[in-house]
């Protein structure tokens, strides 16, 4: 089964500019959540979706924006870069039996950029 | 809120050794507990899971502990090689809850 995947891998972008992340889920996984990781905060969530709709959010400001789609592939959109938004962004798929995510498995990540 | 921490952020073990990394958890009420490691450039790679109702549980190398009483957990690697080199996440949530908590970080540094 391959693992998640996301898209771009790399990205370089100017303050200001907007940015659309991709995430594809493992094959089956409904719930799929974002973080943002940096060196001097870890990982911290930005937000889960779930069945397209978004079920948490963390404490991001509302440059940070999400979606899922019906085949359960999400983006995230950042508006208006600021030059603390480099980090690496990564997005993590679940099953979800119940209401309960299972265990969750992350993807390579997009390192992003902005000057 | 929730607060998941680490002991200890760096760690160097010789290789050969055993190593053990440690977490520690404030939410009583959490009962699923994964720990990741996540190799430079890359995103986290589950290693081992534990819900509440275990107190240890061994996967190819690796043990996880889980002391319900103190809140705290551990994650042991037998016989520590190069490979083992990263940083190690302890992650925990409620089992019925849907959003994971997530420590610091360990850098593990295994010495030749």
């Known amino acids: 089964k391959a693992g998640v995947t996301q898209t771009p891998r790399y990205l370089i972008k100017t303050r200001g500019q907007q940015v659309t992340l991709s995430c594809s889920p493992i094959?089956?996984?409904?719930?799929v959540s974002w973080y943002q990781q940096t060196p001097g905060q870890g990982l911290q969530f930005l937000f889960e979706?779930?069945?397209?709709?978004?079920?948490n959010k963390g404490n991001f400001p509302g440059r940070f924006s999400g979606r899922q789609f019906s085949n359960s592939r999400s983006e995230m959109n950042v508006s208006t870069l600021e030059l603390g938004d480099s980090a690496l962004y990564l997005c993590?798929?679940?099953?979800?039996?119940?209401?309960?995510?299972?265990?969750?498995?992350f993807g390579p990540g997009t390192r992003l950029l902005v000057l | 809120g929730e607060s998941v921490g680490l002991h200890l952020p760096t760690l160097s073990v010789q290789e050969g050794d055993n190593s053990i990394i440690n977490c520690a958890y404030s939410?009583?009420?959490?009962?699923?507990f994964i720990w990741y490691k996540q190799e430079s450039g890359k995103g986290p790679q589950f290693i081992i899971d534990?819900?509440?109702?275990?107190d240890k549980r061994q996967g190819q190398r690796v043990t996880v502990l889980l002391n319900k009483t103190v809140k705290h957990l551990s994650l042991q690697i037998a016989a520590t090689q190069p490979g083992d080199s990263a940083v190690y996440f302890c992650?925990?949530?409620?089992?019925?809850?849907?959003?994971?908590?997530f420590g610091t970080g360990t850098s593990l540094t295994v010495i030749p």
């Open positions: 939410n009583s009420a959490s009962d699923y």
């Open positions: 993590a798929s679940s099953l979800v039996l119940g209401a309960a995510q299972e265990t969750q498995y």
């Open positions: 979706y779930f069945s397209e709709t978004q079920r």
């Open positions: 992650a925990e949530k409620h089992l019925t809850g849907n959003q994971f908590y």
């Open positions: 094959s089956g996984h409904r719930s």
């Open positions: 534990i819900r509440s109702n275990m």
